[in-house]
């Protein structure tokens, strides 16, 4: 083996690692944590129902934007430019690839499941089990370099989530309306802005390629607005995978019928 325990060069220590704390802890917290938004996200994406609430014009960010002519009346914000989809395909289509490749290919999230999924190590002073190492330099894992591309349409999601945020603002006459739904639609949206430009490809984009900032003012106040929020990255991408099921979930018990929804105005 040329890495791992048995590398040459490394101390002939019969265990994996030395150490005596519980190391293994946040490995399993972001393995469950990671779990529990891929089995919930793929549950409602393929369910097929309850995530429109006409009356307030709620629209869940699982299905959005929805395009296709299985969309429930009035969820089609820009239209339905494609037929029935079958069961199979989720009616979230157009963006949900897009947004997985901008996620799996986050600085952040590779470091987290690197070490996590794939124990690439595990933690410090722990040896991983992989008796190769050739990082992202070979494919599969040299396409995690497209993270910027996949940062573009992110980009563009966000601006028709807030779009959906914008609309939801309705009530059932048809005039302006404002309820507790509208609340957790625009705090998901901030959250998803916030995460979308602390991303390190927007960073780079921002300031990037520049020898001189003083040169470039402007550029200049972008990096340092985006670096505020690249430092807070990690704590970000967390919260937005609460966001984003706080918000479905609401908007599927508003639809479903099962509570109503509060509303202020």
Partial sequence: ?????????????????????????PPLVTNLGLATFVIYATVRSFMGEWYWVNDYHYLTPFYSPCISESCVPGSSHFGAWIGELPGWIPMGFLALPFLLGFRLT???????YYRSVWQSPTA?????????YSGETKFPLILQNVHRYFFYVAGLVAVINTYDAIVAFHSPDGGFGMGLGNVILVINVVM???????????RHIAGGRLKHFSAHPIRYKLWTFVSKLNVRHMQLAWITLGTLMLTDLYVMLVASGAISDLRFV
Avoid: F, Q
């Avoid at 590398?7 to 002939?12: D, E, K, L, S, V």
């Avoid at 410090?124 to 190769?132: G, L, N, S, T, W």
């Avoid at 998803?192 to 927007?202: G, I």
């Fill in 106 to 112: 986050c600085y952040y999230y590779r470091k987290a």
């Fill in 124 to 132: 410090c002073a722990v040896a991983e089990p992989h008796a190769k």
């Fill in 192 to 202: 998803l802005w916030a995460y979308t430009l602390s991303c390190h490809s927007c």
């Fill in 1 to 25: 083996m040329t890495a791992g325990i048995n590398a040459p060069g490394r101390a002939r220590i019969p265990v994996r690692s030395l150490r005596t704390d519980r190391w293994w802890l």
